[in-house]
């Protein structure tokens, strides 16, 4: 048998501490060891996109734009990475065409190499122009199935949209398994299907909430995947992904091997050790393996962020309670995949249904436009209640909701007018609005500084 060298994706920057910490770390915990990171040998290093740019904003007092200068100031011969929702970019609702292609050139303009786009309901329609405005700007576009269990999720259905993202000319496929709930032989089957019927290369992310993530992976790689992704060993397991170590390991001597060093990777370990102690008040995360995530599929990053928040309102005691209305608004939904914008969507809904001591006494904005079609068409038909009670005798739209979209770059624009320090503040402001006003206020009272180029 032939060399197939597997490359390692490094998370620990980004989805690692977003699904073990809330998105907490800071620049400067990882600016220590970035050069060290640099000379390991990853096939790539995830360091920005979804959670961790609106934590920079709203909780951390930093510019995203400056942890991707810095970051990129450091690491000298690793691609960086970065997670795109497709058109709702690394904010929670669906943006004109300008805006993405502002994005897409600024994050590529200050560093980014590879940009990872999904969207939440696997609508391509929504990932199209993100994805034509990465391969604009020249850098790697990746392709991103977002995995779910449903009675509108088969093979076929995902090897559709396979076929769907590489005629829209995408680099590579991903297989993004967020709730951690892809078993072995369905990792197998459906890597080998997609190998037989796409000629691209293959990613496979998974967590390790069931346990199951090492064993997909191996089986993974056999059917043809060419990379994993896979944290730092103290910022792995649990809700993140499998420890790099382990994998390294484990593919010595095989086909497979990484041509990793496993002592490079332990000053590494130790590094980050010693920084998730710092955000002890946020690792919610047991590293015990929970089966019942089969049947609620929430992502890592969600199972943190709403505990976090369930012990902040003293209604913890309540989570059963919320799991389980979960499952019923995913079902009434459609069974969109629960991932970001969607998974907020549902848990705000499920936790409001709960402590509201009724369903859908309250219904949020999001919930509202989702059944619109405002966030691009659900995999099942919606609950025709729900329906009719939101949208009466209208349809939902069929249209690509982008479409709807008059252009927003200059309105928001003058709306900053002589607040904003550099140009990829106006796009923090359309994300964010209110908080990013807040942190530019803040910048101006408090003098962060301000790193204008890579």
């Known amino acids: 048998m032939g060399k197939k060298r597997v490359g390692l994706t490094d998370t620990t920057l980004r989805d690692a501490h977003q699904s073990l910490l809330a998105a907490r770390m800071r620049t400067d915990d990882m600016l220590p060891v970035a050069e060290i990171m640099d000379e390991v040998g990853f096939h790539s290093v995830e360091m920005w996109g979804g959670a961790p740019v609106d934590a920079c904003l709203r909780y951390l007092n930093e510019d995203p734009w400056q942890r991707v200068r810095k970051l990129r100031r450091a690491f000298k011969k690793t691609r960086l990475q970065m997670v795109l929702r497709g058109q709702a ?10 805006v993405v292609d502002e994005f897409v050139k600024k994050a590529v303009g200050n560093g980014i190499d590879i940009i990872r786009v999904y969207d939440a309901l696997n609508d391509v329609r929504n990932m199209e122009r993100a994805i034509s405005a990465t ?18 999720h088969d093979i076929d259905c995902y090897l559709d949209t396979t076929k769907k993202l590489k005629d829209v000319g995408v680099d590579s496929l ?6 951690g709930i892809l078993t072995p032989m369905v990792a197998f089957n459906l890597i080998s299907k997609i190998k037989e019927s796409v000629s691209l290369p293959l990613q496979l992310h998974s967590h390790c909430t069931c346990g199951f993530a090492p064993m997909n992976y191996w089986t993974g790689i056999e059917a043809g995947a060419s990379v994993i992704d896979t944290a730092v060993s103290s910022l792995a397991f649990g809700a993140s992904q499998p420890a790099a170590e382990t994998m390294v390991a484990v593919l010595q001597g095989t086909p497979y091997d990484t041509g990793i060093n496993l002592p490079s990777l332990s000053a590494l370990t130790s590094h980050f050790k010693a920084v998730r102690g710092k955000y002890r008040e946020y690792d919610q995360a047991s590293a015990d393996v929970d089966i019942n995530a089969l049947n609620y599929q929430i992502p890592g990053g969600m199972i943190t962020n709403l505990l ?11 989570l059963a309670e919320v799991l389980q209305e979960v499952l019923k608004i995913r079902e009434e939904l459609g069974y969109p995949p629960l991932v970001t914008p969607i998974s907020q969507m549902v848990g705000a809904q499920a936790v409001t249904n709960v402590m509201m001591g009724g369903r859908y006494k309250v219904i949020s904005k999001e919930v509202r436009n989702y059944i619109k079609g405002l966030y691009g068409s659900p995999p099942g038909p919606v609950d025709e209640n729900l329906t009719t009670k939101i949208m009466g005798d209208e349809k939902p739209l069929s249209i690509r909701p982008a479409d709807l979209l008059e252009p927003e770059l200059e309105k928001a624009r003058l709306e900053t007018k002589g607040l904003t320090q550099q140009e990829e503040d106006l796009l923090s402001y359309l994300l964010f609005p209110q908080i990013a006003l807040e942190f530019f206020w803040r910048r101006a009272n408090q003098g962060i500084e301000v790193l204008k180029d890579k």
């Open 89 to 98: 970019l690394t904010g929670y609702r669906i943006f004109a065409d300008d």
């Open 135 to 152: 391969s604009k700007e020249g850098a790697h576009v990746q392709g991103t199935i977002a995995y779910t269990i449903s009675p509108f």
């Open 174 to 179: 991903c297989i993004k398994d967020m709730a």
């Open 308 to 318: 976090y928040q369930l012990r902040e309102q003293m209604f913890s005691d309540h």
